[in-house]
Nanobody, 123 residues
Framework: QVRLVVSGGGLVQAGGSLRLSCAASGRTASSFAMGWFRQAPGKEREFVAAISWSGGSTYYADSVKGRFTASRHNAKNTVYLQMNSLKPEDTAVYYC????????????????WGQGTQVTVSS
């Protein structure tokens, strides 16, 4: 079992930056791929980014490529999502996820989910 606790988020003006953190606990947490999803009001939850257990591979949705960066600190069992050049359309509830497979995260079906955190970007 993997437990995910998300922190960060908040209100920022367009063009600004935020960093989300997701702390994982559990016996095998550091061996899991981890990722981020978001859900805007009235829309389905969508994939944002994923990072392999080693941190050597990262995957991004086209809408955030070049602006968002996923990273991880395995000694802390924590993954981060650095969000730069934020746009109003990035406003959403952001969720952390984990799975033994990066592909399952990119495919939108990870085994474990954290709670959401609100990110609001004002224009």
């Amino acid at each position: 079992q993997v437990r995910l606790v998300v922190s960060g988020g908040g209100l920022v003006q367009a063009g600004g930056s935020l960093r989300l953190s997701c702390a994982a606990s559990g016996r095998t947490a550091s061996s899991f791929a981890m990722g981020w999803f978001r859900q805007a009001p009235g829309k389905e939850r969508e994939f944002v980014a994923a990072i392999s257990w080693s941190g050597g591979s990262t995957y991004y949705a086209d809408s955030v490529k070049g602006r968002f960066t996923a990273s991880r600190h395995n000694a802390k069992n924590t993954v981060y999502l650095q969000m730069n050049s934020l746009k109003p359309e990035d406003t959403a509830v952001y969720y952390c996820a984990a799975d033994a497979s990066s592909s399952r995260i990119v495919g939108g079906v990870p085994d474990y989910w954290g709670q959401g955190t609100q990110v609001t970007v004002s224009s």
